[in-house]
């Protein structure tokens, strides 16, 4: 028995862990590091038509046990990931989740459909709550209807299950949740990074040459846990959780909240062998609560209480 | 081999205003080969500060064991930074980028060195490892003023060493550029580290030579992966280098400074 399976739509998982998109580019740094064969998926970086340079820099800030980064979706572009990225990572036996952006409708879907052929392409993650593209990103994700129109047409041409990546910066997460289900998402992850700033104050500007940035870092790590919690129990799809998970404590407490795998992301930047060490503390962890299958835990936290705590003002 | 490990602090010593001079022993000591090379450090345990601090290697040693660091307090990373104390350890990912290339210098010819600030550390390896490959070394050591001074003795060991303060309290006033000037110093090969404008100015007064730049800028992992630290590359809107893994020495020319 491998108790730290995990099943979602199109994704058997040998463990729960995977490295966010963003944070691991295309896995060939971390690759010099350790066999990326050991993770359950591999989100890679978003993905757009044209390459993208993003952002001029500085691009990362450093907030309170957390960061601010403004990158832009820097990325090479669909043909390139295509040709190069995705063959290159077929030596390794883990299923690969692209991460896919556009800066109109057409885009998304064209880059859908090309990408979800790939053969190591096992599902989409649709990027529609980047914070730091003035086109695309986050204008797709904080209306319910656009969220669910995008997800529908996505959904028409994608050959693999289609995830959702739902921003935190938007009044009713739940309702976003929803609408994004109805129109036949297949999982949804979340969280992605909070608008958030900073400024320097010897020279009173921001620091980010972009103004703004998206947070991430342990610091999200309860405002994840609260938008899990809550929309875990709205919805039927599967969540892969995401948001300052540093230990295999956090991941057990995001499948508590009621995510069924997690992603790690800013912890990647801090520790590059954090993947590797959370999955091989993982069994050691469960055996000291008592718990056989980590996919027990999926929602432990609304489902023991039948008095679910709604935690929304 | 990139390896990441628990180093020991040998000594830590303020060595000027807000400068100290870390020596640090472990196995690592053993991949750092090349100077310019620099280290992601881990100030403390804790979430806050959470990233690491990139921080250029001054001085291998292999017979030790031993590896130097200079560094200046900013923020909270290198205030915490500043209190450990013999027997205490750094968590230190290593050795990061690809530094100066020595084969540039020929044997028996000289290679100019300019150093501007907390950019002069990893040019004093870089003159150790010149000089014992026969290359006659010259240094120009730029500071705001007298109090920030650092190693100026160390690199005078090495070769010719002229001091630049813009305030004018110690050394020649003015710019490292004015005692190349000044001093009519001729070179084989430029290497230099230090801040952009100082950067930019020896790539604009000597072009189509060999002049060989150490970047620096905000890093997120240090490895490659994050895209923080990124910079343009002439001619084109898309292209780019990453300064932590592709740099951060580069040829000048080879990015948009």
Redesign the interface.
């Given at each position: 028995m491998n108790r730290l399976a995990v099943e979602l739509p199109g994704l058997s998982l040998k463990n729960p862990i995977m490295p966010a998109s963003?944070?691991?580019?295309f896995g060939?740094?971390?690759a010099?590091?350790y066999d990326l064969s050991v993770l359950g998926a591999i989100m890679i970086?978003a993905t757009t038509k044209?390459?993208?340079?993003?952002n001029p820099?500085?691009?990362?800030?450093?907030?309170?046990?957390?960061?601010l980064?403004a990158?832009g979706l820097?990325n090479p572009?669909l043909d390139k990931v295509l040709a190069e990225e995705l063959p290159w990572l077929e030596q390794f036996d883990v299923p690969i989740i692209a991460n896919i952006a556009g800066s109109t409708v057409e885009e998304y879907v064209e880059v859908a459909e090309a990408i979800s052929k790939a053969p190591n392409v096992h599902a989409l993650e649709l990027n529609i709550s980047c914070p730091n593209v003035k086109k695309g990103g986050i204008a797709f994700g904080t209306v319910p209807d656009v969220a669910a129109e995008l997800t529908r047409l996505v959904k028409e041409v994608s050959a693999v299950p289609v995830y959702v990546k739902l921003s935190p910066n938007v009044a009713d997460i739940v309702a976003m949740a929803k609408a994004i289900e109805q129109a036949g998402a297949d999982g949804l992850t979340m969280i992605n990074t909070l608008v958030g700033m900073r400024i320097d104050i010897k020279t009173g500007r921001p620091i980010l040459a972009n103004g703004t940035g998206g947070l991430s870092?342990?610091a999200v790590k309860p405002i994840a846990i609260r938008m899990i919690y809550e929309v875990s129990q709205a919805v039927s799809i599967p969540i892969i959780g995401m948001g300052g998970i540093?230990t295999a404590e956090d991941v057990l407490e995001f499948f508590y909240a009621g995510a069924s795998a997690v992603a790690v992301g800013?912890a990647?930047?801090?520790?590059?062998?954090v993947c590797p060490t959370i999955i091989a503390e993982l069994p050691a962890l469960l055996d000291g609560l008592g718990i056989g299958r980590i996919s027990e835990c999926i929602g432990r936290s609304w489902k023991t209480g039948a008095h679910a705590v709604h935690c929304r003002a | 081999m990139i390896g990441r490990e628990r180093m020991t602090v040998a000594s830590q010593r303020l060595i000027a205003e807000r400068t100290y001079e870390l020596t640090l022993s472990g196995r690592l000591v053993q991949e750092m080969k090349q100077p310019g090379q620099f280290v992601h450090v881990k100030a403390a345990a804790s979430a806050d500060p959470l990233l690491r601090r990139p921080l250029s290697l001054c001085h291998i040693d292999h017979k030790q064991g031993q590896c130097t660091i200079i560094y200046r307090q900013e923020g909270k990373g290198t205030a915490l930074l500043t209190q450990k104390q013999p027997g205490d350890v750094v968590d230190v990912l290593g050795p990061l980028g690809n530094g100066f290339p020595l084969e540039a210098a020929p044997a028996g010819g000289r290679a100019l060195l300019v150093g501007g600030g907390i950019g002069v550390p990893p040019l004093y390896e870089l003159a150790k490892q010149l000089t014992k490959r026969g290359v006659e070394v010259v240094s120009v050591l730029g500071f705001q003023t007298k109090a920030a001074v650092f190693y100026e003795e160390e690199f005078a060991a090495f070769g010719e060493t002229y001091v630049a303060t813009d305030d004018g309290s110690y050394g020649t006033a003015g710019r490292v550029t004015d005692v190349i000037e000044a001093r009519s110093l001729e070179f084989d090969v430029l290497y230099a580290c230090g801040p952009k404008p100082m950067l930019r100015a020896l790539a604009e007064r000597f072009p189509n030579r060999p002049v060989y730049l150490s970047l620096e800028e905000r890093m997120g992992c240090g490895v490659g992966a994050c895209f923080a630290c990124v910079c343009h590359v002439p001619g084109s809107e898309t292209a780019y280098k990453k300064i932590c893994s592709d740099g951060p020495v580069f040829r000048a020319g080879e990015v948009v400074l």
């Open positions: 963003g944070c691991f580019g060939r740094e971390y010099k590091f970086k044209e390459p993208r340079f993003g820099t500085p691009r990362v800030a450093e907030t309170p046990a957390g960061m980064n990158i820097q572009g870092g342990p540093q800013t990647n930047f801090v520790d590059p062998f | -």
